[in-house]
């Protein structure tokens, strides 16, 4: 039996025989509110592995540096091992979520450019929103790494945003995580799928993430196939 690195509210982490690269297995649990909420959506682990495997490696493709190998299980892939930086960084092009919380923003406002979030990873304080300042003073990043963070994830908006047009989705936000792999270079990490973007009919705006799990819409696995098949289909 491999070795269990990590075990979080989405993924499984193994170890491999090469050091350098780890096996990720994608749960079918969910959670939603800092792990408040819990529940199953089935075939979630397939759904995602699958879909963020093709965005990976359509990213690749499109010069951004990842840490993606390949999929070699429906619910598993390869990938690089990285040590993750303890920074979500969130890109909005919609208001939506905590954003219209926050500020009193309507709902499906479309943005006049896009606006990137820095969130502290530590679930005992429930993620936090930080700023440049907050950053240094945890000295969790670099105020090099930081920048390189944002314009790294405005890189990544700017080819999702077409990728998700042509198959009919508006990509109205996300969450990416980076990593320093062993040659020093910060890449991006974990994965994209409908746990970590909002996504919403083009033509609808008929939700089809896991706010369907958050706020109890049910249709969450039929609506993470329906993105995959868009996905797939398109690629």
Not at 64 to 75: D, E, G, K, S, T
Not at 137 to 158: F, G, I, K, S
Not at 199 to 217: E, G, H
């Amino acid at each position: 039996m491999q070795e269990v690195l990590y075990e979080g509210k989405a993924k499984i982490l193994y170890r491999t025989a090469d050091p350098a690269v780890l096996l990720v297995h994608f749960k079918d649990e969910a959670t939603a509110f800092n792990a408040q909420k819990k529940g199953i959506i089935a075939r979630k682990g397939e759904y995602n592995c699958t879909i963020a495997s093709h965005i990976l490696q359509y990213l690749q493709q499109q010069g951004i540096a990842n840490h993606f190998l390949r999929q070699v299980a429906p619910q598993q892939m390869l990938v690089q091992a990285v040590k993750i930086l303890p920074l979500e960084v969130v890109v909005r092009n919609i208001a939506a979520g905590s954003l219209c919380q926050r500020l009193g923003i309507e709902q499906g406002r479309v943005l006049p450019q896009p606006i990137v979030e820095f969130y502290y990873k530590n679930d005992d304080l429930g993620d936090p929103l930080v700023n440049n300042d907050h950053i240094a003073l945890l000295q969790v990043a670099t105020p090099e790494q930081v920048e390189l963070l944002r314009q790294q994830a405005l890189a990544v908006n700017d080819r999702l945003q077409p990728f998700f047009q042509s198959r009919r989705l508006k990509l109205v936000d996300f969450k990416l995580e980076f990593g320093i792999n062993g040659h020093g270079a910060v890449i991006l990490a974990d994965e994209i799928s409908p746990d970590t973007c909002r996504l919403w009919d083009w033509d609808t705006d008929r939700v089809l993430d896991k706010d369907r799990f958050r706020q109890d819409l049910g249709g969450e696995s039929a609506a993470y196939a329906e993105v995959l098949r868009r996905v797939v289909e398109s690629t």
